[in-house]
């Protein structure tokens, strides 16, 4: 069963453009994790927020966290066409062992 | 530092025929994970290990098994390869319960 849920499943925008990318997810987490993945790569871990926190940045990327309403948002600033790739949000459970559970994914293509 | 490794990285069988995946890790990895990524599914994950000796089963174990002999390598064995399994398969792994996982490049398996 999907925990988190992607919106949008594809993004297209113009180089220079922010990229705004959403999950939401279903039952308390112990945090929240974004994960890039180029094509025929393997997944790149960006950020990891817990969930008592609200906001962390890490570069040109800055998620968001709201517990009250399940949430999460990815924020990628000034894009460029290397961020052309698909972006994966994944939960982890209290006591859940350290499993991840992956939503389905959003593509994002940046065009130059 | 090699990082996660993935042999092979492509391989076509013959239903019912068996192999085994070798994922490897110079991390220091006391979590592994199996995932399978399949168009418009995400990563789902088939079986786990918290530690050198041990296993569990994920969300999609069925048809598969894997042994954790040495804390270093994670073995995903097909017994007998169904077109179903036809998947990218991925390793993961991570030294602290809950935080990022460290990915591996991927094996492409086609089951004919």
């Not at chain 2, 220091?28 to 530690?51: A, C, F």
């Not at chain 2, 598969?64 to 002999?69: E, G, I, K």
């Amino acid at each position: 069963s999907q925990q988190g849920e992607e919106d949008p499943q594809a993004l297209s925008i113009q180089e220079g453009e922010n990229a705004t990318m959403n999950c939401s997810y279903k039952t308390s987490i112990n945090n929240l994790q974004w994960y890039r993945q180029n094509s025929g790569r393997g997944l790149v871990h960006l950020i990891l927020i817990r969930s008592n926190e609200r906001e962390k940045h890490s570069g040109r990327l800055r998620v968001t966290l709201d517990t009250s309403k399940k949430s999460s948002s990815l924020l990628i600033t000034a894009s460029r066409a290397a961020d052309t790739a698909s972006y994966f949000c994944a939960t982890v459970l209290p006591g859940a062992n350290s499993k991840l559970t992956f939503g389905k994914g959003i593509t994002l293509s940046v065009r130059p | 530092n090699a990082g996660v490794t993935q042999t092979p990285k492509f391989r076509v069988l013959k239903t019912g025929q068996s192999m085994t995946l070798l994922c490897a890790q110079d991390m220091n990895h006391e979590y592994m994970y199996w995932y399978r990524q399949d168009p418009g599914m995400g990563l789902r994950l088939i079986h786990y290990s918290v530690g050198e000796g041990t296993t569990a089963k994920g969300e999609v174990p069925d048809g598969y098994n894997v042994s954790r002999l040495k804390k270093q390598n994670f073995l995903l064995g097909l017994e007998s390869a169904a077109p179903s399994q036809t998947s990218v398969y991925f390793c993961a792994g991570t030294r602290v319960r809950g935080s990022e996982q460290f990915f591996g490049p991927g094996t492409r398996l086609t089951v004919l």
